[in-house]
């Protein structure tokens, strides 16, 4: 590609002089950018996203991101808040008054300042993967959703992310970001999985049952991703349509062991939603479940759920929309990715009075991350009445963007990938 011969290039020069041994390597990348006078834009696709970002560095890239926010600030994340454009066709000389609420272009922007200008999370064993990009990373989102996308053949909720150079804020990556979206959502239920349980050392050891509400991009993601942080001897996923969770399932069992997929469990099952007994029987087994629809109402009873059980809910993302019960809620400790968390329809019982919201919410998952909360401890305590957590996730730019980063790290050093362009 253009920009990695001219990079080539110019690091030779660098090393004729004698200067790319004592420079770090973001050091080299910026002088390879000054030198070279010229901005070169990356393209990836969907499918060259997905190449580029296996679970394993997902979730490892996520430890970095959500651990940035955190309740004091002092993370390294600035996420302002977003803009939103309303569209309908309908609407004539700019009266967006009538915009319907389903169908809006979200801008949501976001930039990571690595503290003490060097990235935490990437010491230990892992830290090729761990390590997502420079010490400043700054770029955007866009998504939108257009309810009639499905009926043309296109996904209801497309998802763009774009990369500044920190240095000379040119733009420096665009690429498609759907794959990218659902990767980085269950990267973080699989880093509040790894917290329920981390000082539960029976529950790392024993292969437990994972139930998964949903059968699309997110739930297949959420089981690889989950995979990765606890032992799993068997799948249960419901969903509304039969049909797709057996087309789920078969590509499940097709994913080869490697890198970018997963150990195949025992077993994996499928059932209908409709079938409330059988719903009821899974959820009573479950040791993990996964709730990842765009339902109005609560997909099954809090009062089946056991003792011990851990809840990652991501479907939901408004007032009005709700996967899991109050009678959940009340048992649960809960971890949230964000403030915003809160607003959505599932969590409203912890809104009721300030009592509840002590008593229940421990807080961010950024700090349970870093040590400044704990998350499992109540619920361990018998003498308490919390005996489940809960992990509610909106998603955040931060994600997209340090993400985004490692995708665009990664592919700049794999040949053919992606399209390189001179502005």
């Avoid at 004592?22 to 070169?40: D, E, Q, Y």
């Avoid at 690595?114 to 990373?137: L, T, V």
């Avoid at 150079?165 to 239920?189: C, K, N």
């Avoid at 997909?299 to 993302?317: Q, T």
Wanted: proline fraction near 4%; glycine fraction near 6%.
């Amino acid at each position: 590609m253009v920009f990695r011969l001219v990079s080539e290039s110019v690091e030779s020069q660098l090393l004729a002089r004698g200067l790319s041994r004592t420079l770090p390597n973001p050091m080299i990348r910026r002088t390879v950018k000054a030198l070279s006078k010229t901005n070169n834009m990356l393209i990836l696709s969907e499918a060259e996203v997905r190449q580029c970002f296996p679970v394993r560095a997902a979730i490892e890239c996520n430890r970095k991101a959500l651990s940035s926010l955190r309740k004091d600030g002092h993370g390294g994340a600035i996420v302002p808040t977003r803009i939103g454009l309303p569209y309908n066709p309908s609407l004539c000389h700019g009266d967006v008054s009538s915009a319907p609420s389903t169908d809006w272009s979200l801008f949501k922007p976001a930039a990571y300042y690595s503290p003490n200008g060097s990235d935490q999370s990437s010491r230990g064993s892992e830290n090729r993967e761990r390590e997502a990009s420079d010490d400043i990373i700054m770029g955007m989102k866009v998504v939108s959703v257009r309810a009639n996308n499905p009926s043309i053949g296109k996904p209801t909720v497309p998802a763009t992310v774009m990369l500044l150079d920190p240095e000379s804020g040119e733009v420096s990556a665009i690429m498609a970001a759907t794959y990218l979206t659902a990767a980085r959502t269950a990267a973080g239920s699989a880093l509040a999985t790894e917290l329920a349980f981390r000082n539960n050392p029976q529950k790392m050891k024993d292969s437990l049952t994972l139930v998964v509400f949903g059968a699309g991009l997110q739930a297949e993601l959420h089981i690889k991703s989950i995979q990765h942080v606890v032992k799993l001897k068997e799948v249960i996923i419901v969903n509304r349509s039969l049909e797709r969770a057996q087309k789920l399932k078969e590509s499940l069992l097709q994913s080869e062991t490697n890198e970018n997929c997963w150990d195949v469990p025992i077993n994996i099952s499928t059932m209908l939603l409709s079938n409330k007994k059988g719903v009821q029987n899974a959820v009573q087994e479950a040791d993990v479940i996964v709730t990842a629809t765009n339902t109005c109402v609560p997909l099954f009873s809090g009062e089946w759920v056991k003792p011990g059980c851990h809840i990652n809910g991501v479907g939901s993302f408004t007032p009005q929309m709700k996967e899991v019960d109050d009678t959940l809620v009340q048992r649960c400790e809960v971890l949230i990715d964000t403030s915003e968390a809160l607003d959505v329809g599932d969590l409203s019982y912890l809104k009721s009075t300030d009592e509840r919201k002590v008593s229940n919410n421990i807080g961010l998952i950024g700090d349970a991350l870093v040590g400044t909360v704990t998350f499992g401890t109540l619920r361990d305590d018998p003498t308490n009445q919390m005996d489940c957590t809960f992990y509610k996730s909106v998603g955040t730019a931060i994600q997209d963007v340090v993400s985004a980063q490692y995708v665009s790290n990664m592919a700049s050093t794999m040949n053919g990938v992606g399209i390189n362009v001179e502005m």
